[in-house]
């Protein structure tokens, strides 16, 4: 998987250094959280992932949306991972630095086609209008939801884990 480690080891909010693949480390804002995986939760995971971006110098649009994506990749979870059974783990880790947030919605159930989430364009300019959208695409559009709103959008995986990763640029959001 490509998530960055923690050198601390600790989970929760404060200030770590955390490792980059260049080998260099930068001071990030970091904080980790275990859902159950049911529906009800995913608005609990919204909230938490809100008050983390506290600080952060984001304006209410871009928290609203970020609160959006992050309920939308906790659904697809409940959903394709765990079928909409309780009981199954479901983490959110947030970080942040100067230059971005970076948000994964993690499982360990039927894992996501990277593919599939990378081919699903943004927005929905391609699709059909007025009742012809009734007819298009069933699935897939809470990952153009979250590729709308997010700077980026991609799965990590290490083969027992799934990540959906969300980055939002923070450096365009500062004055």
């Known amino acids: 998987m490509k998530n960055r480690r923690r050198d601390d080891g600790a ?23 275990v859902f159950d995986s049911r529906l009800e939760a995913a608005h609990e995971a919204a909230v938490y992932v809100r008050a983390f971006c506290d600080g952060l110098g984001l304006g209410e649009v871009d928290l609203s949306q970020i609160e959006l994506c992050v309920y939308e990749a906790f659904v697809n979870v409940v959903e394709h991972a765990y079928h909409k059974q309780p009981g199954h783990e479901v983490m959110v880790m947030t970080e942040a630095d100067a230059g971005a947030l970076r948000v ?72």
């Open 11 to 33: 989970v929760g909010v404060g200030e770590a250094r955390v490792s980059d693949r260049s080998g260099g480390s930068n001071p990030v804002k970091a904080d980790a959280r």
């Open 104 to 175: 994964r919605v993690c499982q360990r159930g039927v894992l996501p086609d990277a593919a599939l989430v990378a081919s699903i364009p943004a927005g929905f300019d391609d699709l059909p209008s007025g009742l012809e959208v009734l007819d298009c695409e069933p699935r897939g559009r809470g990952i153009r939801i979250i590729k709308s709103m997010m700077s980026d959008c991609e799965v990590e995986s290490d083969g027992d884990t799934a990540c959906l990763l969300m980055t939002k640029s923070l450096a365009a959001q500062r004055p």
